[in-house]
């Protein structure tokens, strides 16, 4: 015999279709973010000042100073604390301290140089320019003084493809008078993605373009005609006998970002396959969804008082089944740069010393393998405090924790899984893992 459907439960599984439907949409409309006019990427550029002062014997001072362009990654909607740009551009400030003893470094992002509005930074990660070419930093508080930019996987963009380069060239800024390095003083060039290759001056790969870029423009965004990031401003090729720009300029591809960015664990948007659905879509479709799932629910739920199903559906539920606990995980070391990349090391089997001599190291480098001390450090797993520890054993070119720190020799410094630390600088990098 057939149970009559009521009035209320039509009009409740019609409100529960409508509720899915506009929670979908309007999911979509967060997920998918919209897309923005090129120059509006502008709301996420700022300008990067680097400095190096070296202290002479004789007391006097000189400084070497460094302007480029950089870009807000992060969330939407939420305060940005890290900024993209090139490695060379923060070169002086951020390496020659490491190599030299009387060499200090700041590094300062501008908001307006006009009104003095800056705030010195962290280099949170720097590889060379002969290597990838990149630096992020480090806020001291998170700022709304500029936007997180969408970036947009590398193997989605055709040649031939409209692209946008927004920065601070130098040539542009001398040519004003009184320049506030603003938003508004953001230059915009326009041009094509022409090839995509394999340099052979450095380690990444680059976008080819025809878009006009000068020095300052180094670090800043390449955008698509979306305004989604696709590469960091980077290089143009010169004659090499009358210095004349060639007009073929280069732009790191963002793919070689993001692995950077997941392996430093900070947080980005990526522009993904429904980078088509306008942002009206969350404001407008998921409060309408969540409203009539809420009325279809009440509406199922006084229908089932009514007809006492309610008593039906109180019955006590079936204990759950205990499952086992977690399955234990060990200790490891990994690296992630250089040598070892990918390699792993179980550190339950007892503690490893990294350095270049055979015969009291676990993990040992080649003879002339340039930073790298003969015992250069120590790391172990401590299973009663659950943590790692990492030692260096009076290196001459240092340890550096992930975050640039370096430890003072031999005393033992804490270490979580995650958590990255190199020897001399990032060519030699590693991670303590629980897998």
């Not at 700022?143 to 590398?154: D, I, M, N, P, Y």
């Not at 031999?410 to 990098?429: H, M």
Request: hydrophobic share 40%; charged share 20%; aromatic share 8%.
């Amino acid at each position: 015999m057939h149970k009559r459907v009521s009035g209320k439960q039509i009009a409740a599984i019609a409100l529960l279709v409508i509720g899915l439907a506009g929670v979908v949409l309007g999911v979509l409309g967060l997920v998918g973010g919209g897309s923005i006019e090129p120059y509006e990427a502008r709301q996420g550029v700022v300008l990067v000042y680097a400095v190096a002062t070296v202290y002479n014997d004789d007391g006097t001072t000189e400084q070497m100073g460094a302007t480029g362009t950089g870009w807000a990654v992060g969330k939407p909607g939420e305060p940005v604390q890290y900024i993209i740009t090139n490695g060379h551009v923060v070169e002086a400030a951020y390496a020659y301290p490491r190599m030299y003893d009387n060499v200090a470094g700041t590094v300062q992002v501008y908001y307006s140089a006009a009104e003095n509005d800056f705030a010195q930074v962290e280099v949170v990660y720097y590889s060379p320019q002969t290597e990838k070419d990149i630096a992020i930093l480090k806020l001291p508080t998170p700022t709304t003084k500029r936007v997180a930019l969408t970036l947009r996987e590398s193997d989605a963009v055709k040649m031939s493809e409209t692209a946008y380069a927004l920065g601070y060239p130098g040539d542009s800024s001398s040519r004003q008078t009184l320049p506030a390095y603003d938003l508004n003083d953001v230059t915009i060039t326009k041009g094509i993605v022409s090839n995509r290759v394999s340099s052979n001056w450095a380690t990444y790969e680059a976008f080819q373009m025809d878009v006009s870029i000068a020095p300052g423009n180094s670090g800043g965004p390449l955008v698509d005609e979306d305004g989604r990031v696709i590469g960091i401003n980077a290089s143009g090729a010169a004659d090499p006998e009358t210095g004349l720009m060639l007009g073929m300029n280069y732009a790191i591809i963002i793919n070689e970002l993001t692995k950077i960015l997941d392996q430093e664990r900070i947080a980005y948007t990526m522009a993904g396959a429904l980078s088509w659905v306008p942002n009206w879509f969350a404001y407008v479709f998921l409060p309408i969804g969540i409203l009539a799932l809420a009325g279809g629910s009440l509406l199922l739920v006084m229908d089932a008082r009514k007809g006492g199903a309610a008593a039906g559906m109180g019955g006590r539920k079936k204990a759950a089944a205990k499952g086992r606990g977690p399955v234990g995980k060990s200790a490891v070391l990994r690296g992630v740069t250089g040598k070892y990349a990918g390699q792993r090391f179980d550190l339950l089997k007892g503690k490893v010393v990294i350095g270049r001599d055979p015969a009291t190291c676990n993990i040992v480098f080649d003879k002339n393998t340039p930073g790298i001390s003969g015992r250069h450090c120590q790391v172990a797993y401590d299973a009663n405090e659950d943590c790692f520890l990492l030692t260096d054993l009076g290196s001459s070119y240092g340890t550096f924790l992930g975050n640039g720190q370096k430890l003072t020799a031999n005393v033992a410094e804490k270490l979580f899984a995650g958590d990255t630390f190199y020897l001399c600088d990032n060519a030699n990098r590693f991670v303590v893992a629980k897998e």
